[in-house]
């Protein structure tokens, strides 16, 4: 379905489910990240973007003291009393919606009720950031149609908050600041350390980028990115207690990381030189980006892919698979997986001219492979979080 389908699609289930006209839509695109994978919890650099698949939220406002929530994708339902505390409840999307509102009630902001249907071309757990895009595109909703003066920055902060504290994985600001702050044909360079960013062109050409989608949902990655995040930390720790002049991982070396190995296990070790090596890898993504030299751009999206496999340690068979395979064909220049792994996309620069012949290829492969149908889809740069006017 493409945008104006899903706008119009949500605007009918919202009059079909609640029989009223809905007054307000919010879209909420989902994210690609081009390198800079997992440092955003470690004073690191992103280089993400927003594209054009949204999740649509059609909204009124009701009198009666409850947010009431249509899930039209899967048919199920959510009401939510403003009055009572909330909680994290066992049904994951409504968690998003509960973390939001608690959040409003620690800052004091009052609402009054309201109905809600949202529907979403945006696939889920295939590391697009579909949970970023529920949550601040909720939060942004609420801002505008309450008047409640957060900011775009504040917006994506209770996004991140939302997912902490409700959904249970302590992520870092990328996929929230990416869904709110997107630009149209532009990739955002945050410093996540101090939220600086600045906006970059998205266009490669004779080079394009390319999503494929493993189909391997990621069911572990709560575990194992919260579980990754603890080695790290730990890690860190032991750093800090051997080097006097420990700043933060950003001003970390190799070299440091190498006296200590022997009070570190593997798990830590390998966690550390990844960050180290990643955080140094998207300062010269971003060098290679301003020259406009992008195949050394995408020799560094593969090595990124190596240190998420071998150090990090979130990859999967199916997309190492990918990768691998990828990077074996001609006009293909860089290939990686994408987000917090154990599944979702791998993302590639190729060939403008190759592009269809690469996918009917490697759809073929993967499914030889595995018995998966490969789905591709086109990257196209997009705005951030916006109301769409009626
Ligand atoms: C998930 C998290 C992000 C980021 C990526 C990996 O998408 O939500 O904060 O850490 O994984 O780069």
């Avoid at 698949?53 to 406002?61: C, H, P």
Wanted: glycine residues 6%.
């Amino acid at each position: 379905m493409n945008t104006q389908e899903l706008i119009q699609h949500t605007e009918q289930c919202f009059k079909r489910h609640f029989s009223e006209i809905p007054e307000n839509i919010v879209l909420s695109p989902g994210r690609i990240n081009l390198i800079g994978e997992h440092v955003d919890n470690y004073d690191g650099f992103v280089l993400p973007a927003a594209i054009d698949m949204y999740i649509v939220f059609t909204a009124k406002k009701n009198d009666h003291g409850k947010v009431r929530i249509f899930a039209a994708d899967i048919e199920d339902v959510a009401t939510i009393y403003l009055t009572d505390d909330h909680e994290p409840s066992k049904k994951l999307w409504e968690n998003y919606f509960l973390g939001i509102l608690r959040h409003l009630k620690n800052s004091n902001k009052n609402i009054s009720g309201l109905d809600i249907t949202f529907s979403s071309n945006l696939p889920i757990g295939a590391g697009l950031s579909s949970s970023a895009a529920l949550s601040c595109g909720f939060a942004f909703l609420l801002n505008d149609l309450f008047d409640l003066g957060f900011s775009k920055k504040e917006i994506a902060l209770m996004g991140q908050w939302a997912e902490h504290n409700f959904a249970g994985v302590k992520c870092g600001i990328m996929d929230q600041f990416a869904s709110v702050f997107g630009k149209k044909n532009q990739v955002i360079l945050l410093d996540c350390m101090t939220a600086d960013h600045q906006y970059y062109n998205s266009d490669f050409d004779p080079y394009t980028l390319l999503l494929l989608d493993s189909g391997v949902k990621h069911t572990h990655l709560t575990s194992g990115y919260n579980a990754r995040r603890a080695d790290v930390f730990r890690g860190a720790d032991i750093l800090k207690e051997n080097l006097p002049d420990y700043q933060n991982f950003r001003t970390l070396s190799l070299d440091q990381i190498e006296n200590f190995k022997s009070k570190l296990s593997d798990e830590e070790y390998l966690r550390l030189i990844y960050i180290v090596k990643e955080i140094s890898r998207i300062r010269n993504a971003v060098k290679s980006l301003e020259k406009k030299d992008f195949v050394n751009f995408g020799k560094l999206m593969y090595l990124t892919h190596l240190g998420l496999s071998e150090e990090y340690e979130v990859s999967c068979e199916e997309l190492d698979f990918l990768v691998e395979e990828m990077m074996e064909k001609e006009g293909v220049i860089g290939s990686r997986m994408m987000g917090g792994g154990f599944g979702g996309c791998s993302i590639s620069l190729i060939r403008k001219d190759r592009l269809e012949a690469v996918i009917h290829e490697i759809k073929s492969a993967y499914h030889k492979k595995f018995n998966i149908a490969l789905k591709d889809y086109p990257v196209n740069v997009s705005d951030g979080t916006q109301i769409f006017s009626l």
